[in-house]
């Protein structure tokens, strides 16, 4: 969700600065954009296609995600001179260390996890086991680079709960900046004389 919010800002602001200085909007010229394409494939295949999603083990679905963030990191890194990219690549470089420190799932502590679910829900899992699509269960003092982990709530009156990391947050500012900048190197459009 962070990351949708963070598209939506960063193309709006850059179409307002765009009209702002009278050219059109000029989307960031990325190096090998079919990386990202290639990076979500096997989480779409793991955790978002209906009929794959709960036949896929997770020793499997592990596999797909850090084979998934290593390919982001290689988009961010080949694009690494765009406005806000660093800060994507630092993003996904924290999201990868905290998933693989934790077994290969974004570690989500019991008590950021009833925030999301009723506490009968939550009854089900033991610690160690699959919370929600990417998510694992564990109790802070069990979870290596707790910091990094899904820790962070939407305020409680926002509509749709989700937690996000602290790799999410550069993820989105990474993603606005990117959208939003690429109008700087821009020249304006002249006006023809009629």
């Known amino acids: 969700m962070i990351l949708t919010l963070a598209v939506a ?69 080949l694009n690494r001179k765009l406005p806000g990219m660093t800060i994507l690549l630092v993003g996904t470089a924290l999201n990868f260390t905290v998933m693989a420190a934790n077994g290969g799932f974004m570690p989500i502590s019991p008590q950021t996890a009833s925030r999301l679910v009723p506490v009968e829900v939550l009854r089900d899992i033991s610690p160690g086991e699959r919370f929600g699509t990417k998510d694992i269960l564990l109790p802070p003092e069990e979870t290596r680079f707790e910091w990094l982990s899904d820790r962070f709530l939407p305020p409680a009156w926002f509509a749709y709960q989700v937690a996000f990391s602290l790799g999410d947050v550069f993820l989105a500012f990474g993603v606005f900046r990117l959208l939003a900048a690429q109008n700087q190197f821009t020249q304006p459009v002249k006006q023809e004389l009629t």
């Open 9 to 77: 800002a960063g193309l709006a602001a850059g179409i307002g600065r765009a009209r702002w200085r009278g050219h059109p909007y000029q989307p960031p010229e990325l190096k090998h954009p079919w990386l990202v394409l290639v990076a979500f494939l096997p989480q779409f295949i793991a955790f978002y296609l209906p009929d794959t999603r709960h036949q896929i083990p997770d020793e499997w679905a592990k596999v797909f995600l850090a084979s998934s963030q290593l390919l982001l990191l290689g988009f961010a890194w």
